[in-house]
């Protein structure tokens, strides 16, 4: 059995966070304070920020929007990417308690172009279907900008539902040390897990993983990502 240390996607995804890291949130960061990305076409990006500038990954190709020109090279090593960039590697930076330490600048990244396209279009939906849910739930009072936030490398939102104000995250994760490849998930802050008890299936909430949905066509597939984030809200909101 593959463990997930030599599984060639995860070891992927974890090359592509470093990218997203150290050298894209880095370079936001640096300029702005912020570090927050979005999935864009074939991959991630920083929003605009700066002078008009833009950092984005698409596939296994990093380029660089700055000043009205654009460069683009393949991803080879984790050095080359921060030089081209602008960024410092030596110099501490964090996004958060459990940012991933600065791999080796001068080793290869194992970035799969076509992995980094999936973790995008998945990203996406997710991006799309939270969209879905804030303006057309209800039971949504309020929710916080969805990000993808380099820390944990999941595109996710803080909801506010029902007239209690139960809150949550929702968000679309690309795999992690407990479940390696992508899941959906809805995590409540606190303690309370209402309603259907088989419905929350994790330690912090429900996860839904795309291996559960590859089978079907996309559109069922997406009606059943939305379905289960929105019957994680009905269930908070006392549905």
């Not at 654009?70 to 030089?83: I, K």
Request: charged residues 20%; aromatic residues 6%.
């Amino acid at each position: 059995m593959t463990s997930a240390a030599d599984d060639p996607v995860v070891r992927s995804r974890l090359a592509l966070q470093q990218v997203a890291v150290h050298v894209l949130a880095r370079r936001r960061h640096a300029v702005t304070g912020r570090f927050g990305l979005r999935p864009s076409p074939g991959g991630l990006a920083t929003p605009v920020f700066g002078d008009g500038e833009v950092v984005r990954v698409t596939g296994a190709t990093l380029v660089v929007e700055r000043g009205g020109d654009v460069h683009a090279e393949p991803l080879t090593t984790l050095g080359r990417a921060a030089d081209l960039v602008g960024v410092d590697l030596a110099a501490p930076f964090a996004v958060g308690r459990d940012t991933p330490a600065v791999a080796d600048p001068d080793a290869p990244l194992a970035v799969d172009g076509d992995r980094v396209h999936d973790l995008g279009a998945w990203w996406s939906l997710g991006a799309a279907l939270l969209d879905e849910l804030a303006a057309g739930v209800p039971a949504v009072r309020a929710t916080t900008v969805a990000q993808l936030w380099p820390e944990h490398f999941d595109l996710a939102t803080a909801v506010t539902v029902g007239s209690r104000g139960a809150q949550a995250n929702l968000g679309a994760s690309p795999g992690d040390g407990g479940t390696p490849r992508p899941y959906l998930y809805v995590g409540p802050f606190g303690e309370e897990r209402p309603g259907d008890p088989g419905y929350w299936n994790a330690p912090f909430g429900a996860v839904l993983r795309r291996a559960e949905i590859d089978d079907l066509d996309p559109e069922a597939r997406r009606a059943a990502a939305r379905d289960f984030l929105r019957r994680g809200l009905d269930l908070l909101a006392g549905g």
